[in-house]
């Protein structure tokens, strides 16, 4: 009972804090977690513990699935070459240069533990970086790469960390070694994600209720996971993979019922989990620093080096790969190039989340197993304060550094233009497919779908006037939402009189619903 209660108290604190932070402006993940570590300091408050399988295999491959849904694989697809360079060859750059770094620092410690956590503090998170780049409107090329990195570049942090954690205890590690393991679990990771990809849309495709297709979406990305992770393949590409393909084929896949449904659905698996779980990193904060048993003044040297370097190591990273790629004709000719600007936008945005802490928490326990005394707890410490350090300067000054730079794009016209000038062709199409089977329909009937095609065309040419006054659309909403709001009063007192069952109210309010929320949609 106690944990359930626990339990309640977290998801309550989570919802709150989110609330707030949409009132105030802020970001949900920033909130939370100031959130977080105001209450680990107050007395009789629960104790949080996240261990790293939790984490791992029940909250992150949820957020990855969904954030792969979500991405465009076309847009993902063309901007392939920054994302690989982010997440594989930034990722291994800053765990070597940090590793040595922190071994200048220590060098009684050994270089692979040092290398270890170079590569915990590598990856920046999925969920932080991509909230506050959809948030602060930056350019969609730009959430793109952010996106992408973030969907891979944990796979790349988790074997490194692998790596160095064996070559710690005792195991013979070279190039071949780390060579191979990294084809093993990436190949393994591909194969698995499309693998149960194929099987997921063969599910769909054969599946007519709604909630089954539902409950097939949720179990997928654990699923992927679990398998993953029994054979020892990379479970984070392997659900990635997943989702990607999932996502990209989902308008053939899910029956317009099942597609809504399972959207709603996702809306709150992921801000329930995202909340919960920057609240959880924020409660950790008293037991990690209780664990220190390193001295204050090494223990404050060793975090700044690593804030320091990780900040650096990105910036120094970026420019040469933004602009010496472009001296090759094949890239210069396909990719524009960009203001110094945009790549200080993604430098910045280098901020670090749950998987950093997960990470370091699979860390080898010193003297067990042939494993040499190291700091641990320093090590563990050194993580969590990357996190609050990158989420709270980054995190917090990354929408200022954007509207300072201008790296801001409004794609609200030209969204508009493209949806307008498809729908026309889409419309055409309808009347078409409307011509070839209105054949013994009422002629009524086939007036009133040619209304509704003609309206629907008109909506979205009305996007690319003027806001100043209303559009006949916008004043059909209002008053069609008046009449809506009329109906409903009349079934409630109707049901509440007893001349109506409650099965017929649900009904009547279920079909307004549907209604309201298409003129909601029609609106933005």
């Not at 697809?77 to 594989?88: D, F, G, K, S, T």
């Not at 993604?346 to 190291?374: F, K, N, S």
């Not at 059909?476 to 939402?481: E, P, S, V």
């Amino acid at each position: 009972m106690e944990a359930i209660v626990d339990v309640v108290v977290l998801v309550a604190i989570s919802v709150v804090g989110a609330a707030l932070a949409r009132r105030l402006g802020f970001v949900a993940p920033l909130v939370l977690l100031v959130a977080g570590l105001a209450f680990s300091y107050v007395p009789g408050f629960p104790e949080a513990h996240l261990e790293p399988e939790l984490v791992l295999i029940g909250i992150l491959p949820p957020l990855l699935y969904v954030a792969a849904l979500q991405t465009s694989v076309p847009a993902f697809r063309h901007a392939l070459r920054p994302i690989l360079l982010l997440a594989v060859g930034l990722v291994v750059l800053t765990a070597m240069v940090i590793g040595f770094l922190v071994h200048m620092l220590l060098p009684e410690v050994p270089l692979a533990a040092c290398v270890a956590l170079g590569a915990i503090v590598a990856p920046p998170d999925a969920v932080s970086a991509t909230a506050i780049a959809r948030r602060v409107g930056l350019p969609r090329r730009v959430v793109t790469i952010l996106e992408g990195e973030s969907l891979l570049n944990d796979a790349t942090a988790l074997v490194l960390v692998r790596v160095a954690a064996g070559a710690l205890g005792g195991a013979a590690v070279g190039f071949a070694e780390i060579a191979g393991e990294v084809v093993l679990k990436a190949g393994g990771g591909l194969a698995i994600g499309f693998v149960f990809a194929v099987g997921a849309a063969w599910l769909h495709r054969r599946i007519q209720d709604a909630l089954l297709e539902d409950a097939v979406a949720l179990l997928t990305p654990f699923v992927v996971v679990i398998v993953a992770e029994k054979i020892h393949a990379s479970s984070v590409v392997a659900v990635v993979i997943t989702g990607l393909y999932l996502g990209h084929r989902m308008p053939y896949l899910l029956s317009a019922t099942s597609r809504l449904q399972m959207d709603a659905v996702w809306r709150l698996v992921n801000f329930l989990l995202e909340g919960v779980v920057f609240l959880l990193v924020g409660l950790q904060l008293r037991a990690v620093v209780g664990g220190i048993e390193t001295d204050m003044r090494t223990t404050l040297q060793v975090t700044a080096v690593v804030f320091a370097a990780l900040v650096l190591i990105r910036f120094a990273w970026m420019y040469p790969a933004t602009y010496l790629a472009r001296l090759v004709p094949r890239i210069r000719n396909r990719e524009e190039r960009p203001r110094p600007a945009v790549p200080t936008v993604i430098a910045w945005a280098g901020m670090r989340g749950v998987v950093t802490l997960a990470a370091a928490q699979t860390l080898p326990e010193p003297g067990v197993d042939g494993v040499p005394e190291y700091p641990r707890e320093l090590f563990v410490f050194v993580a969590f304060a990357i996190i609050v350090l990158t989420l709270l300067v980054q995190g917090a000054t990354l929408p200022a550094l954007a509207r300072i730079l201008k790296v801001r794009e409004d794609n609200s016209t030209q969204d508009a233009l493209s949806e307008a000038g498809v729908q026309h062709t889409a419309s055409r199409a309808a009347l078409e497919a409307l011509d070839a089977h209105a054949n013994g329909a009422p002629p009524a009937v086939v007036e009133r779908l040619r209304g509704l095609m003609e309206s629907r065309s008109n909506n979205a040419w009305e996007r690319l006037g003027s806001q100043d006054q209303e559009t006949p659309s916008a004043a059909y909403g209002r008053l069609r939402r008046e009449m809506i709001k009329a109906e409903r009063h009349v079934f409630k007192i109707a049901r509440n009189e007893g001349r109506i069952p409650e099965e017929v109210l649900v009904r009547a309010q279920r079909e307004l619903d549907l209604e309201e929320s298409q003129l909601q949609r029609s609106e933005h």
